[in-house]
């Protein structure tokens, strides 16, 4: 073979040498993997700059995203499980539907021995085994909600001035969980154990807002979520959301002072009936008693707590303001 074939086949060689090198070795030596890596492990606040710095309509698109989620929540049918931990008790669904079977049978087979009737029986039974339990969970969580609103407020001022001291936001959360009162104490302990198991922040406030169903929750939850995926200043945001809420909280003392006059006179008007009726039993039991010993006193009796219902109820709808 000639030299010239010889260096032809060498620069041939050599540059089929040169494009597989240039091609395969990042592969070979990790290179494009590494780069992968630096893309998908970007530090958050590059992430949040470079939304500040792109479309506004990208962050106004994620607003509405967050606030499409927020109201297809509140229209999701409640679990059993759900208003459970919305009362802050720690049972189990099976184990609270036990429960309430195992009472409303005791409740049935006390009041069987003492008046006979099956009927009444059973009627006693479903009342406290359906109707008491959940009422029990509706009084927990609304009273529990109650001490959450009076507190919560507290607890954003001090994620703002831990922000502005320049403390990560999670441990923010961990001087909550450790320090404030029930129940701001156990949800945000929920919520740094949601972090510790590998949900974000934005993950773990969303759960936090299913367990506590109020405006503030939600309105927390909205703050965290939109500066995790568009950025902004989360001091200002959180300032912003102290202010609201406490402007709220004066709202909802102000309506209850205005309401206090209603409430008290529908409560007066409401005992009038049995007031009258058990000064009537002591002074004349013999006009009254018709109304217990006949089948037509029986029908006037339970029309009369009929109406008597509906007209409490229409009056606390009237009295309760949605805020």
């Known amino acids: 073979m000639d030299p010239q074939s010889l260096l032809s086949a060498a620069l041939v060689m050599l540059s089929v040498g040169g494009v597989m090198y240039a091609f395969v070795y990042p592969y070979l030596s990790g290179e494009i993997l590494a780069q992968k890596r630096t893309a998908a492990l970007m530090s958050s606040a590059d992430r949040r700059r470079d939304a500040r710095n792109g479309d506004p309509a990208k962050r106004r698109k994620v607003i509405q995203d967050s606030l499409k989620d927020v109201e297809t929540k509140k229209k999701a049918k409640v679990t059993l499980e759900q208003r459970i931990a919305q009362a802050g008790l720690t049972t189990t669904p099976p184990i609270f539907l036990l429960a309430s079977a195992a009472f409303g049978f005791v409740i049935a087979f006390v009041a069987f021995v003492f008046n006979s009737d099956l009927l009444v029986a059973l009627g006693a039974g479903v009342v406290a085994g359906v109707g008491a339990p959940h009422w029990l969970l509706g009084f927990l969580a609304k009273r529990r909600i109650a001490k959450f609103i009076a507190e919560f407020p507290g607890a954003v001022d001090i994620i703002i001035r831990g922000v502005k001291a320049g403390l990560p936001v999670a441990d923010c959360f961990r001087m909550i969980a450790g320090e404030a009162p029930e129940p701001l104490r156990s949800e945000f302990r929920q919520i740094v154990e949601s972090q510790t198991i590998g949900l974000s922040i934005a993950e773990a406030t969303e759960r936090f807002a299913e367990r506590v169903p109020v405006a503030e929750a939600s309105f927390f939850s909205i703050v965290i979520s939109l500066q995790q995926k568009a950025g902004g200043n989360l001091s200002e945001a959180l300032t912003n959301l102290a202010s609201v809420l406490r402007e709220r909280k004066k709202m909802k003392a102000k309506v209850k002072a205005m309401s206090a006059e209603a409430k008290a006179s529908a409560g007066i008007i409401g005992s009038l009936p049995f007031l009258v009726g058990l ?19 029986n029908i006037i009796i339970g029309a009369s707590l009929l109406w008597m219902a509906i007209g409490v109820f229409i009056m606390q709808k009237m009295i309760d303001f949605d805020i």
């Open 279 to 297: 000064v009537v039993w002591f002074t004349n039991p013999a006009y009254i008693g018709v109304l217990f010993n006949t089948t037509v006193g």
